[in-house]
């Protein structure tokens, strides 16, 4: 098995040409926290490329529908994937143009605790796309897209398994969405506080939170003489 | 400052006459997947109060939005504040008898690493909630609510802070949404595999992933008098 590179996620061919922020419309300004907003394309780019799971949101029957599911960043676009047999993929397949939908990453970097119940937030990044996400038939893109995917939460692991053979292509529907319409927030930093509450006996600051891996559980019929690959080691 | 007890969740009074599990509906039954769907109310609380930031969606001009936000639970009762000039929670207040929203929580519990592509998923539990948002003017309830929120993420803090003053409280709005249509869905265990592909030479397992905690971080303002909070130190 050939060591495999880190895949990347496409940027070198894709941002030659792109600005470096996104164009805000009038869904992407937010009524408020204008301060927290952000359109920064890489800024964009690394809050998406640290998640693998996002929040799909759809509307089914006039109501909201919202479910985690993976997802992997090419370049520009998204993609999501699922079963054919999923509502929400049938129904990106069947909507013309698509189905409209929101996906949104989140990561939470700390529980931010001030002397006041009022002032207690949390250290954050997001980003919120907008768009109309639709089936993809191209197999190359296919392909691309459903390597990205894995790739998204285990760098270079797409290279080091077996690829989909066609009847597990036939089973698996591909959604694309587009970074066209979007934005991140962000929110770092201690607690903001009102200046009479400095001197009130509470404890305030910050507790930082992030992901934790534990040791990768090898299966119990893995072969002893396969080793831990690279990029778990790292991880 | 005395010590203070975590608040709990009000199980005690409010599941007395609750069944074992919720109900399903046309969309709570999932499409797929069936095996992994819940009702159970022990397991969806769980799951709700491991969490402190939820992924709220709700309908905007016709389109899905996806936000993050901060939710406390009470009983069956799910909370979820804001500033009274934030677009969903003015509209939740003007809309009559609500703001139709889907509210889901979601943990990563591990990344699973199947010898193919497809059989690769993720281990995780997510509580899906369809209901209507509705805006709470009870002095008394909203107060519960916002100490909810507020020791959601951190038990027992609410009772370590200064509350909101009639200012604060002016400023913020409260929407709740009951805990009558939800479904939970739960993965567990190691990766599918085609028996064909035991052989092949990739590694599999489950990579775990549990949140992880760094030390506080006090404010530099913080009288170093103040002791860090036990329900800190426990965490």
Redesign the interface.
């Known amino acids: 098995?050939p060591e495999t590179a880190p895949p990347g996620n496409g940027d070198q061919e894709t941002d030659q040409d792109a600005t470096a922020s996104y164009p805000t419309t009038a869904?992407t300004l937010p009524?408020?926290g204008r301060a927290r907003a952000s359109y920064d394309r890489e800024l964009v780019h690394s809050v998406l490329d640290e998640a693998?799971?996002c929040?799909?949101?759809?509307?089914?029957?006039?109501?909201?529908?919202?479910?985690?599911t993976?997802f992997g960043r090419v370049g520009e676009r998204l993609y999501v994937h699922g079963?054919t047999?999923?509502?929400p993929l049938r129904e990106a397949g069947t909507a013309d143009p698509g189905l409209?939908?929101?996906?949104?990453v989140?990561h939470?970097d700390?529980?931010v605790?001030?002397?006041?119940?009022?002032h207690?937030s949390?250290n954050?990044r997001?980003v919120?796309v907008?768009g109309t996400a639709v089936t993809v038939t191209d197999p190359e893109e296919r392909s691309l897209a459903?390597?990205a995917i894995?790739d998204q939460?285990?760098p270079g692991?797409?290279r080091?398994?077996?690829?989909?053979?066609a009847k597990?292509l036939a089973a698996?529907a591909v959604v694309r969405l587009d970074l066209d319409e979007l934005s991140a927030k962000v929110r770092t930093g201690?607690?903001n506080?009102e200046p009479e509450?400095?001197?009130?006996?509470?404890?305030?600051?910050?507790?930082?939170?992030?992901?934790?891996?534990?040791?990768?559980?090898?299966?119990?019929?893995?072969?002893p003489a396969?080793?831990?690959?690279h990029y778990?080691a790292s991880?």
Chains 1, 2 share one sequence.
Request: charged share 20%.
């Open positions: 098995m869904r009524a408020r693998y799971v929040h799909l949101g759809f509307v089914r029957d006039g109501a909201p529908v919202v479910l985690p993976l079963s047999g999923s509502r409209p939908v929101c996906l949104t989140t939470v700390g529980l605790l001030a002397r006041s119940a009022f207690h949390v954050y997001s919120v907008h459903l390597d894995v939460a285990v692991r797409s080091d398994s077996r690829p989909a053979d597990e698996t201690g607690p506080e509450d400095l001197s009130l006996p509470y404890w305030a600051g910050v507790v930082p939170l992030a992901r934790g891996y534990g040791a990768p559980v090898a299966s119990d019929d893995l072969d396969v080793p831990l690959p778990l991880l």
